[in-house]
């Protein structure tokens, strides 16, 4: 009996130190080696002509650095196309992540960024598979264009990268100088990508527009819904169902200006309201439902066939020929006056509340641009041009309305589009959950306090309500624009969006202002949480794992945006007595019980589309 007893109690000891090595590996992190770049490693290629370079560098911190290149000429001179190159070996390194709309961040064969004033950021971002930055490289020139990339070398499995500068026509000058941001610290990708946005935002001409409330709030867009055949009466009619769910504000998109409805811009360029007829009536029957207003327009174009076509004969960058429209030239003074008088027009005599501004991207020189200030041009650089119209347009229409709304959508966002606009939107994705999601996601990690809004999500009227309802949940951590047509929706349909807007609305606080925990961008973020000191939400996108990183949590909330009913949560600390509260996607309470929750795996069952709520 004793020697039984004897035996048992070695297995168990036996066993117990099994689990205890088991858990100790499970916590164990990799030893993740630096992948330090220092100056002397950089190689400059192309002709630098009469300009010399040099670098220097500045630590800031272990794995943080700054390495700044600066060329100079004795007399002004065009600067050649060069090319910044190093190189480092691919250890622990299993994604990257680029402001690009692409959803592929784990294709290293080859990849670039190309940025300026008006578009993308100028980032690449390296990461492990636990989502810890390896290696990461910004860049503080915003405002002219750069073409940052990389390959992957098969003869030596190197990553190779480069930042190519002056690839289109630049005006002559006596001095360029630019500093590389290298960062191989041992945090989060996402924490990496956070500080280089707080550096761009410190820096002077990078400084982020202030962002009205209003702007933080779920919208109605007339996009998908109405497309350019708006009609007045079927708008306003929407507005007062939207207004009825929670959406605050309307965005009129793109046809007021024209009777033309073929989708190009021919005959953009007056901006008067063909379509809609007494725009001031229009605006105020929205005011008088309770929601704000914002207007669409194309920033740079006049259409071939628009009365002021003949006005700015001379004054273009170039022509749009598939789309019917030329590109105005802002480094003439009359032009840029022009385009904000447009606008402060619109704002003073129609009582806008916001702009929806599109197109910016379309400002560019290229082979046939004269880079100089003359002949009536007082800007060389197009680049700089654009961000003194941008700056000028802020100016003047903070002086009318300092609550004004400014959208802009990828790609026309980065540090210098911060300061520009207030709200930055997922560029089109019509009907796609997933692509939406990823968009916001990656509009989210860059944007700092700007406003990020979704693409207007739309879906089919014959959609399971289920399905359906997969359209608000992938993009929960951005501000909801929905466009699809209330009116004719399914009952069901529009009680799931009044409650998911509702719930969105209600956790507004955690979802945008929260710890942003964004997970596995290479597999298009299957987890993304969001959470304050007493509340943790989570959107399940896959079939992975929930492990709250933060502990002490009063409630947490699992938004089972998937089709299947299986919810894991992998629990860090004891909760203790819990109640447990599951709900369908139409917000109606299905089951609820209480449950020890203490550390470790627990297993629940969520209808698609539903919610788990665990409350201390």
Not at 46 to 55: E, I, K, L, V
Not at 137 to 151: E, I, M
Not at 298 to 310: A, V
Request: with cysteine; aromatic share 12%.
């Amino acid at each position: 009996m004793y020697r039984n007893i004897i035996i048992m109690l070695l297995l168990f000891a036996f066993l117990s130190s099994c689990k205890q090595v088991r858990h100790k590996h499970s916590n164990a992190k990799a030893i993740l080696t630096p992948l330090v770049i220092e100056a002397d490693q950089i190689e400059v290629e192309g002709d630098t002509g009469p300009f010399d370079y040099s670098f220097e560098t500045k630590e800031i911190s272990e794995g943080l650095s700054v390495i700044i290149f600066k060329i100079t000429s004795v007399v002004p001179a065009q600067p050649p196309e060069l090319t910044l190159k190093w190189s480092f070996p691919m250890v622990q390194i299993d994604a990257f992540w680029t402001s690009n709309i692409d959803v592929d961040k784990v294709t290293f064969w080859s990849s670039a960024v190309t940025s300026r004033a008006s578009s993308q950021v100028p980032l690449i971002c390296f990461l492990d598979n636990a989502d810890q930055n390896r290696f990461m490289f910004a860049l503080s020139d915003a405002l002219n264009k750069v073409r940052s990339g990389f390959y992957l070398r098969e003869e030596d499995a190197r990553i190779h990268c480069s930042v190519k500068l002056f690839t289109e026509p630049t005006p002559d000058l006596t001095e360029y100088r630019i500093e590389l941001r290298f960062d191989s610290r041992n945090i989060s990708f996402y924490r990496a990508i956070d500080d280089a946005v707080d550096w761009w935002a410190a820096m002077d001409n990078y400084l982020p527009a202030q962002v009205p409330e209003q702007a933080r709030l779920p919208m109605y867009s007339t996009w998908y819904s109405f497309h350019q055949n708006l009609n007045v009466a079927e708008v306003i009619r929407e507005c007062r169902l939207g207004k009825e769910i929670g959406l605050e504000s309307v965005i009129v998109d793109d046809g007021w200006q024209t009777m033309d409805s073929k989708r190009g811009y021919a005959f953009t360029g007056d901006w008067k309201p063909e379509r809609i007829g007494n725009m001031k009536a229009f605006v105020d029957s929205i005011h008088n439902i309770g929601m704000k207003f914002l207007l669409w327009y194309s920033l740079p174009f006049i259409g071939e066939k628009s009365g002021s076509f003949d006005t700015f004969k001379g004054k273009y960058l170039h022509h749009w020929e598939s789309q019917g429209t030329w590109v105005l030239d802002p480094r003439y003074p009359d032009v840029r006056e022009h385009i904000i008088e447009t606008y402060e027009y619109a704002l003073r005599d129609w009582g806008l509340d916001g702009f929806k501004l599109d197109f910016l991207g379309r400002f560019y020189a290229d082979d046939k641009t004269i880079l100089t200030a003359e002949n009536g041009r007082d800007y060389a650089s197009v680049n700089e041009a654009v961000d003194r119209l941008m700056t000028d347009i802020m100016e003047r229409l903070r002086a009318i309305r300092p609550d004004i709304m400014i959208e802009f959508r990828q790609p026309y966002i980065g540090p210098l589009m911060r300061k520009y606009g207030n709200m930055f939107r997922a560029a089109d994705c019509p009907d796609m959950a997933v692509v939406n999601r990823v968009r916001t996601t990656d509009l989210r990690i860059t944007s700092g306090n700007t406003a990020v809004h979704s693409d207007m999500f739309m879906w089919h009227k014959e959609d399971p309500v289920e399905s359906a309802a997969l359209q608000i949940l992938n993009i929960l951590f951005s501000v909801p624009q929905l466009s699809v047509r209330l009116d004719s929706i399914p009952a069901d349909h529009l009680l799931m969006a009044r409650h998911w807007i509702s719930y969105w609305k209600e956790n507004r606080n955690i979802l945008l202002d929260g710890k942003f925990i964004p997970t596995h961008p290479g597999a298009l973020y299957p987890l993304i949480m969001a959470y304050d000191e007493n509340k943790l939400i989570a959107g399940l996108y896959s079939e992975v794992v929930v492990s709250p990183t933060a502990e002490d949590l009063q409630v947490i909330d699992i938004v089972n945006a998937k089709q299947s009913q299986e919810v894991i949560i992998d629990m860090p600390c004891n909760m203790g007595k819990a109640k447990i509260s599951i709900f369908n996607c139409l917000g109606e309470l299905i089951e609820q019980y209480s449950k020890w929750i203490g550390p470790g795996v627990h297993k629940f069952y969520v209808p698609p589309s539903g919610l788990l709520r665990i409350a201390k």
